[in-house]
């Protein structure tokens, strides 16, 4: 029984070194496509050339032998030099605390302050504390997301109106305009897909732009909570 189990640990490990197959390829393009999609709507600064990038130009940029921590993304916003984000891709099926520290050192190191986090399946109980941790005393955010999410472009759907998250002054003046407070504000899940897109966090407000036969434009405003 040991034996077995030392054998499954070792070829679960050798697996995470080996080079990634061409299926696995083909699907880290589309999650590359998608992220830099996602950058791009939340005021990163994303190229042309990065957004119409195609498979086999990925594969040139990355290598054949090309791995998932080889894919670190790391954009600035458009009007805060300041306001920096990274993209990693964890190389662990399961991520353990050792991937989050070095996560954690990269962005220190660099002074960045906010991230977004790749996994493959998900992480144990150690690293997502120490993430939760990070959160909930504002060290660091990250954000998490497991590759089949990132598939498909959410915001493509026909039917997901644009979202513009509000500034802490846009969303004061938009309270006083109207008398009311936050919690009186229609809500939406930070955990909702969509929220997850524009990368939305508690207690923000985001303003909603559907379409409208008969107005043109209808406006909405909703809670993060």
């Not at 070829?11 to 999609?37: A, D, G, Y």
């Not at 920096?84 to 989050?100: R, S």
């Amino acid at each position: 029984m040991v034996f077995e189990l030392c054998r499954f640990f070792y070829c679960e490990k050798m697996c995470e070194n080996m080079s990634l197959s061409e299926e696995e390829i083909r699907m880290l393009f589309r999650v590359n496509k998608t992220l830099n999609h996602m950058l791009k709507d939340r005021g990163y600064i994303v190229t042309d050339a990065e957004l119409e990038m195609t498979q086999e130009q990925f594969i040139d940029q990355y290598g054949e032998n090309m791995e998932r921590k080889d894919l670190v993304i790391l954009k600035t916003k458009k009007n805060d030099e300041s306001d920096k984000i990274f993209v990693f891709f964890l190389q662990e099926t399961k991520v353990k605390m050792v991937g989050i520290k070095a996560c954690f050192e990269r962005m220190v190191a660099q002074n960045v302050f906010r991230a977004i986090l790749v996994v493959r399946k998900d992480m144990n109980r150690f690293a997502l504390s120490a993430v939760t941790d990070a959160n909930s005393k504002r060290i660091l955010y990250l954000e998490s997301f497991k590759e089949t999410e990132l598939l498909m472009n959410v915001k493509e759907h026909a039917f997901v109106p644009e979202h513009i998250a509000l500034t802490t002054e846009e969303k004061n003046a938009l309270l006083e305009k109207y008398t009311v407070q936050e919690n009186q504000l229609p809500r939406i899940q930070y955990t909702d897909p969509i929220a997850k897109y524009y990368g939305l966090k508690r207690g923000e407000v985001v303003k909603i732009i559907r379409n409208s036969e008969t107005s043109g434009r209808y406006v909405t405003y909703r809670f993060v909570i």
